[in-house]
């Protein structure tokens, strides 16, 4: 069974600053998917950005980037010039391939935007 | 384009009666669909999925039972709410690439 484990469970940064944030799995596949999801207050999942296990290239969406090791399975996330609209709870998540995309996810970390 | 629509929103409902959560998904096809649920303050928990009308997998044994009744339905249900039920519940479908999930707006159930 796979898992996934986010040893921050909250983190602060402040306006227009830089924050990552860490992930780590555990898989004895080589097929896989990461993401990363936010949770408004809302409660809404919003997808953030993937990265496929095969790609070396770390994967980019405009202020959000990842850092993808795999052979320490790690996977962080990095925000760019963070905006108030980011404070959010940011869940990490894994998907074998092939294997009707179930996902699993770490417990998350509760991200605030501070002036 | 796609949209998930999830309903109702907000369900408060006392121990021992019965639920039905629906989830339809709008501008697609064949969709892989998944019931999540979420606990107070903690990770989502995958709860049934389907690859398609009337294949139902569960993940883990509970008080809910999920279907699909259409392609484009998945339906949770309860004869029976515990107290243990409550939580925030997610539908999801796997996306036209196959292999993402985008989420619907989600239902807060309360079982009091």
């Known amino acids: 069974a796979q898992t996934v484990t986010q040893s921050q469970p909250e983190m602060s940064v402040q306006e227009a600053e830089t924050v990552t944030l860490s992930c780590t799995y555990d898989?004895?596949?080589?097929?896989?998917?990461l993401f990363w999801y936010k949770q408004p207050p809302s409660r809404q999942m919003i997808l953030v950005i993937r990265?496929?296990?095969?790609?070396?290239q770390n994967a980019t969406e405009n202020r959000f980037s990842v850092n993808f090791q795999k052979a320490a399975k790690s996977f962080s996330l990095k925000i760019s010039d963070s905006q108030l609209g980011d404070t959010a709870m940011y869940f990490c998540?894994?998907?074998?391939?092939?294997?009707?995309?179930?996902?699993?996810f770490g417990t998350g970390t509760r991200l605030q935007v501070t002036l | 384009s796609q949209t998930i629509h999830q309903w109702p929103a907000t369900l408060v409902q006392p121990v021992g009666s019965p639920l039905s959560l629906e989830c339809t998904v709008e501008?697609?096809?064949?969709?892989?669909l998944y019931w999540y649920r979420q606990a107070a303050g903690r990770g989502l928990q995958l709860l049934f999925y389907?690859?398609?009308?009337?294949?139902i997998s569960s993940e883990v044994p509970q008080n809910l039972s999920a279907s699909r009744p259409q392609d484009r339905q998945f339906i949770l249900s309860s004869k029976k709410l515990l107290l243990s039920d409550s939580g925030f519940y997610l539908c999801?479908?796997?996306?036209?690439?196959?292999?993402?999930?985008?989420f619907g707006p989600g239902t807060r159930l309360t079982v009091t």
């Open positions: 898989t004895s596949e080589n097929n896989y998917y």
């Open positions: 501008g697609t096809s064949n969709p892989n």
């Open positions: 999801a479908w796997n996306g036209l690439a196959g292999f993402e999930q985008y």
């Open positions: 990265q496929e296990a095969y790609k070396q």
């Open positions: 998540a894994f998907m074998r391939a092939g294997t009707a995309s179930k996902l699993t």
């Open positions: 389907s690859v398609g009308i009337g294949q």
